[in-house]
């Protein structure tokens, strides 16, 4: 059985919908709406997905709650003072996987989709929970501090782009700062006026792996 921490959310609702798909019994938990707490102990995994700004405080209770040797998920678009509680998860023995869908919730399909898969301890066995949890898609392994360096600069030449209204390419994010199909960087960070497309498998490999 699966919770899912903030099922009611854009992506929560996808991640509802897919796992069931795949023959997951999915719980959702919401403490806003007095859910019981005792069905984390129950559950074999929790995913939690809640604004950025929540991620780190939500893993910590919910790990209070949650039988060791469970798995703990979290998908949050920034990493930075979230993966240090994965690594506590792992250290305290849960199994924590730290992942990053670069796509958003209208996605139908994870064929030709990238997920970021940030280590946590073991990133073999990491990556092979993430291609259970996210069949067809493709992965890219990458350092938390690279990944946040990476997604501050998009975010920011997607804020510098739509101020200056660049007809050269399209900044296609969601509001809630999820990737979708494909984020276009105008000049990037190879000093150029190539558009350098993200999140389509390679190019997000190559890039991940080949940016500085």
Not at 13 to 29: F, Q
Not at 94 to 101: I, Q
């Given at each position: 059985?699966?919770?899912?921490?903030?099922?009611?959310?854009?992506?929560g609702?996808?991640?509802?919908?897919?796992?069931?798909?795949?023959?997951?019994?999915?719980?959702?938990?919401d403490?806003?709406k007095?859910?019981?707490l005792?069905?984390?102990?129950?559950?074999?995994m929790?995913?939690?997905?809640?604004?950025?700004?929540k991620?780190?405080e939500?893993?910590?209770?919910?790990l209070?709650h949650?039988?060791?040797?469970?798995?703990?998920?979290?998908?949050?678009?920034?990493?930075?003072?979230?993966?240090?509680?994965?690594?506590?998860?792992?250290?305290?023995?849960?199994?924590?996987?730290?992942?990053?869908?670069?796509?958003?919730p209208?996605v139908?399909?994870l064929?030709?989709?990238?997920?970021a898969?940030?280590p946590?301890?073991?990133?073999?066995?990491?990556?092979?929970?993430?291609?259970?949890?996210?069949?067809?898609?493709?992965f890219?392994e990458?350092?938390?501090?690279?990944?946040?360096?990476?997604?501050?600069?998009?975010l920011?030449?997607h804020?510098?782009?739509?101020?200056?209204?660049?007809?050269?390419?399209?900044?296609?994010?969601?509001?809630?700062?999820?990737?979708?199909?494909a984020?276009?960087?105008?000049?990037g960070?190879n000093?150029?006026?190539?558009?350098?497309?993200?999140?389509?498998?390679?190019?997000?490999?190559?890039?991940?792996?080949?940016?500085?």
């Open positions: 059985m699966t919770a899912i921490i903030g099922a009611d959310g854009k992506m609702v996808w991640l509802r919908d897919h796992l069931t798909k795949l023959g997951h019994t999915i719980v959702s938990y403490d806003r007095g859910d019981n005792s069905v984390l102990r129950e559950v074999d929790v995913i939690v997905s809640v604004p950025v700004s991620t780190a939500v893993i910590r209770n919910v209070r949650m039988r060791k040797g469970a798995m703990i998920v979290e998908i949050a678009s920034l990493k930075n003072g979230i993966h240090r509680e994965m690594v506590e998860a792992a250290e305290n023995g849960f199994n924590a996987l730290s992942v990053h869908p670069l796509f958003g209208s139908k399909a064929r030709d989709k990238t997920v898969v940030i946590v301890v073991d990133p073999i066995m990491e990556s092979s929970w993430a291609t259970e949890l996210f069949p067809g898609a493709s890219v990458v350092d938390p501090e690279k990944h946040d360096r990476l997604m501050v600069h998009v920011s030449l804020a510098k782009r739509n101020q200056q209204k660049d007809s050269r390419c399209n900044f296609l994010i969601e509001p809630n700062h999820f990737i979708l199909r984020l276009f960087l105008c000049g960070l000093g150029n006026s190539d558009v350098v497309v993200l999140c389509r498998t390679p190019d997000a490999v190559n890039y991940f792996q080949g940016a500085q």
